[in-house]
């Protein structure tokens, strides 16, 4: 049997009752055994300063690095501010990129998955947030893709995710363990 595969999830939006952050809750639940997806938490990350970034480093920029280098791929699951992504993911993207040629993300599969109440389903958010991947290094996943509109409508009164949403995330999910079992196979 494989080895499980690792995978940091990063919320772009910091309410708490995010529904961003639901829908990772719900990939958690729904992805399959091969790959475990846990939240790492970007909210309480000083904004990148190379004037803080001196030995030793921030502690939160620490252990956000080493939460990224740790896990075997990344998740991105955001909302969509202005057009792009909300600054705290942004700042992420940042602190992890840091110091210079020592990247906590470079080489680790991707995929994103961006929601919003309106109707194009954070189309922006995403795209411009892929342009930020290729020049990481992380190698996203370009299917399925992961626009989620009218968000607000996709969970049922009890909290649970109506069933033609579950369908949906279930197949993302699914697709998006083979991506990441296949990108971190053995090369031979």
């Not at 607000?152 to 699914?174: H, M, N, W």
Request: hydrophobic share 45%.
């Amino acid at each position: 049997m494989s080895q499980v595969k690792h995978v940091a999830v990063l919320v772009g939006s910091l309410r708490k009752e995010s529904i961003n952050r639901k829908i990772a809750l719900a990939l958690a639940k729904l992805a399959p055994s091969s790959i475990k997806l846990d939240i790492v938490e970007i909210g309480d990350l000083p904004l990148y300063s190379e004037d803080i970034d001196v030995t030793p480093a921030p502690a939160a920029y620490t252990t956000f690095r080493n939460q990224i280098k740790a896990a075997d791929a990344v998740l991105f699951v955001t909302p969509e501010y202005n057009r792009s992504v909300p600054a705290a993911l942004k700042n992420a993207l940042d602190v992890g990129s840091r110091p210079y040629g020592q990247s906590a993300w470079s080489g680790k599969p991707g995929a994103v998955v961006s929601a919003s109440p309106g109707a194009i389903g954070g189309f922006g958010a995403n795209h411009h947030l892929r342009q930020s991947l290729v020049f990481l290094n992380i190698p996203c996943m370009q299917q399925p893709e992961a626009y989620i509109s009218n968000a607000g409508a996709i969970f049922e009164e009890s909290g649970e995710l109506t069933e033609r949403t579950k369908a949906f995330l279930q197949s993302f999910v699914d697709a998006y363990a083979d991506w990441v079992l296949f990108q971190t196979r053995p090369q031979k």
